[in-house]
């Protein structure tokens, strides 16, 4: 269970799911009530969306992640923001906020080094094909991240445990198992481009019972959470695999669809 605590974030604003504010809080509340580990139970919100946010948050208190879509950071007032996400590849002043600040990078592109303290953001699918990065790309930025310590999140393209061939788009599906398996994979010195290629699922289902905790804790130290638009895909996924009980599913809100912050 370690591997999946508090991994998944809460993306149902952001296309394609892109619920109203008012449904999008309605099932982050249902999520909270359920309280399953495996969530964040963190909210992503636009920068741009905070005074619709306040205007429908009705007392429900709100853990944020912020999506920077705005020229400068807005003032937040005492709304709790633990992440700041940038687009762009270049960090921003966060002022007085207490936040981590994770800056958005291209996996096929030469691997940067931010700030000290701040860490990256990889996008890993899109609603084209030519929006997911090649397990090769996405290997490189892992291993990237793993040698310097850098803590970094992921979205987009993760809808599903295991990594599975999309027919609409034409292109394979990065898998959230996948993901986390790669981490692990690096944090022990090995090449996470394999365990990012495989659809064996019962190879990965494997690999997860077997990770050691040490290699699990420091993975997820790296890899702080990815953002879903379903709050409930991923949980039934693990539970159909086997990884976690009923007793960590929770009853987590309505189910959406893939794409995300």
């Given at each position: 269970?370690r591997l999946?605590?508090a991994?998944?974030?809460?993306a149902?604003?952001?296309?394609?799911?892109?619920?109203?504010m008012?449904?999008?809080?309605k099932?982050?509340?249902?999520?909270?009530?359920?309280?399953?580990?495996?969530l964040?139970?963190?909210?992503?919100?636009?920068a741009?969306r905070?005074?619709e946010?306040?205007?429908?948050l009705?007392?429900?208190?709100?853990?944020l992640g912020?999506?920077?879509?705005?020229?400068?950071?807005?003032?937040?007032?005492?709304?709790?923001?633990?992440?700041v996400e940038?687009?762009?590849?270049?960090?921003?002043?966060?002022?007085?906020?207490?936040?981590?600040?994770?800056?958005?990078?291209?996996?096929?592109?030469?691997?940067?080094d931010?700030?000290?303290?701040?860490?990256?953001?990889?996008?890993?699918?899109g609603?084209?094909?030519?929006a997911?990065?090649?397990a090769?790309?996405l290997?490189?930025?892992?291993a990237?991240?793993v040698?310097r310590?850098?803590p970094f999140?992921?979205?987009?393209?993760?809808?599903?445990?295991?990594?599975h061939?999309?027919p609409?788009?034409?292109?394979d599906?990065?898998?959230f198992?996948?993901?986390?398996?790669?981490?692990?994979?690096?944090?022990?010195?090995r090449?996470?481009?394999?365990?990012?290629?495989?659809?064996?699922?019962?190879?990965?289902v494997?690999?997860?019972?077997?990770?050691?905790d040490g290699?699990?804790?420091?993975?997820?130290?790296?890899l702080?959470?990815?953002?879903?638009?379903?709050?409930?895909?991923?949980?039934d996924?693990?539970?159909a695999?086997?990884?976690?009980?009923?007793?960590?599913?929770?009853?987590?809100?309505?189910t959406?669809?893939?794409e995300?912050?």
């Amino acid at each position: 269970m370690r591997l999946f605590h508090a991994l998944v974030d809460d993306a149902g604003l952001f296309p394609p799911t892109a619920l109203p504010m008012a449904e999008a809080l309605k099932r982050h509340r249902a999520d909270l009530a359920g309280g399953s580990p495996v969530l964040t139970h963190r909210l992503l919100c636009a920068a741009g969306r905070l005074p619709e946010l306040r205007a429908h948050l009705d007392g429900l208190p709100i853990r944020l992640g912020l999506i920077l879509d705005t020229p400068d950071l807005p003032p937040v007032g005492d709304l709790d923001v633990e992440l700041v996400e940038v687009p762009g590849g270049r960090a921003v002043a966060l002022g007085d906020l207490a936040a981590r600040q994770f800056v958005e990078v291209v996996a096929d592109r030469p691997p940067v080094d931010p700030p000290p303290g701040v860490g990256l953001k990889i996008r890993c699918g899109g609603t084209s094909a030519a929006a997911f990065p090649s397990a090769h790309d996405l290997g490189a930025f892992i291993a990237h991240c793993v040698e310097r310590g850098l803590p970094f999140k992921a979205t987009a393209g993760l809808h599903n445990a295991v990594r599975h061939f999309d027919p609409v788009l034409g292109v394979d599906r990065h898998g959230f198992l996948n993901l986390v398996l790669a981490v692990c994979a690096a944090v022990e010195g090995r090449d996470p481009v394999p365990v990012l290629s495989t659809t064996d699922v019962g190879e990965l289902v494997r690999l997860a019972r077997a990770v050691p905790d040490g290699t699990a804790g420091r993975a997820r130290e790296l890899l702080v959470s990815y953002g879903s638009c379903s709050t409930r895909t991923p949980i039934d996924d693990l539970l159909a695999l086997g990884l976690i009980t009923e007793q960590h599913a929770g009853a987590a809100g309505v189910t959406g669809t893939e794409e995300s912050a």
